[in-house]
Nanobody
Framework: EVQLVESGGGLVQPGGSLRVSCAGSGFPFSSSNMNWFRQAPGKEREFVASISWNGIRIGYSDSVKDRFTISRDNAKRTVYLQMNSLKPEDTAVYYC?????WGQGTQVTVSS
């Protein structure tokens, strides 16, 4: 059974930083491309970042480029999203994704 478990969300002030993690099991993590998506209240789920199985190919949405960094540790079967210079518009539930599978999400709230 494929499982994706996100963690690390929370409340942070504008301009602050946060790192969310996603631990994967039940699939060949080290050969799988991984993605982060987010969904804000009343909005559709949107792509945030992706990383290839070997960490060489990385992509970001324009809205987070130069502020967020995706990385992975295949030995720990974990993918990370480091979020810096956070803005209120980054407030959303952040989801980990591999092919058609999704985690339960972790809430990130950016507010003073």
């Amino acid at each position: 059974e494929v499982q994706l478990v996100e963690s690390g969300g929370g409340l942070v002030q504008p301009g602050g930083s946060l790192r969310v993690s996603c631990a994967g099991s039940g699939f060949p993590f080290s050969s799988s491309n991984m993605n982060w998506f987010r969904q804000a209240p009343g909005k559709e789920r949107e792509f945030v970042a992706s990383i290839s199985w070997n960490g060489i190919r990385i992509g970001y949405s324009d809205s987070v480029k130069d502020r967020f960094t995706i990385s992975r540790d295949n030995a720990k079967r974990t993918v990370y999203l480091q979020m810096n210079s956070l803005k209120p518009e980054d407030t959303a539930v952040y989801y980990c994704n591999v092919v058609k599978f999704w985690g339960q999400g972790t809430q990130v709230t950016v507010s003073s």
